[in-house]
């Protein structure tokens, strides 16, 4: 299923070409302005799936119509999905609380934000809880420099287990909770793509978000990852902020 997405692009002009690019075969986009009666036919000839708003270094004027939006009889109560910088993001949920049903914070990819979309589509709209408990994190890749470097950037502030192959991934899910597995693509005896298939065969394990790692950067073996709908992909070798932020937007 193509779900239509509703794209008000702000001030972020290159994103959404970017965006489009990535996700054209995942998604129908279209494009609005801030313009208000232009929001409006918009939303009554498309009928979108789901609006979403870049944010730049300043809020577009869309922000601030979004709660005159949501009462307007044409809107067709599409999710609302936010995609900003960090400090951008904090911002707009101290003052539009509870207006969006998604927040996306970058830095991140244009494969990870379609990626999230789809995700969050796919399962429903669902209230986030808020958990002060700390996440549980299982690392799988067969390089233990890549452990050992994604253990010390994450130890502070996650739970993290980590596993030099697959082959004990399924008794462990099993005995554990587990918020998130970062997962390498390509691996020796069990490759990702066999646990990710293992996990979504298993109704204990389908939910649990799976982000994969991998050194491949070709279009057609981006396009084989993406194919099977994980919650998320980085690129090796591992830009450590853009790891953060993909980890706090899926964990």
């Known amino acids: 299923m193509k779900y239509k997405v509703l794209i008000n692009q702000g001030n972020s002009i290159s994103v959404v070409k970017d965006f489009f690019t990535y996700t054209k075969k995942y998604f129908t986009s279209y494009t609005t302005t801030d313009i208000w009666e232009d929001e409006l036919n918009h939303f009554e000839a498309i009928k979108p799936d789901v609006y979403l708003i870049f944010m730049e270094s300043a809020y577009s004027e869309s ?30 949920e101290a003052n539009y609380p509870q207006t969006a049903d998604l927040v ?7 494969d990870n934000i379609a990626l999230s979309i789809n995700a969050f589509l796919e399962r429903g709209r669902t209230e986030q809880v808020n958990d002060n408990t700390r996440k549980k994190i299982l690392v799988v890749d067969d390089d233990r420099t890549i452990l050992k470097m994604i253990k010390a950037a994450l130890e502070d502030k996650y739970d ?38 293992m996990m979504k065969n298993n109704t204990k394990f389908e939910k649990i978000p799976v982000c994969f790692l991998t050194g ?18 980085l690129l090796k070798p591992i830009n450590m902020e853009m790891l953060l932020a993909t980890i706090a937007n899926l964990a």
Request: charged share 25%; proline share 5%.
């Open 104 to 110: 996306i914070r970058r830095p991140i990819s244009s």
């Open 63 to 92: 922000i601030t119509q979004l709660p005159r939006l949501k009462a307007n009889t044409n809107y067709n109560n599409a999710p609302i999905i936010i995609v900003g910088k960090s400090e951008d993001c904090a911002d707009f």
């Open 216 to 233: 491949v950067s070709e279009r057609d073996k981006v396009e084989e990852i993406m194919s099977l709908k994980p919650r998320g992909y």
């Open 160 to 197: 993290v287990t980590a596993m030099l192959n697959g082959v004990m991934v399924e008794r462990f899910l099993t005995m554990n909770e587990v918020d998130l597995v970062i997962l390498d693509y390509e691996m020796p005896i069990m490759t990702g793509a066999a646990i990710f298939r």
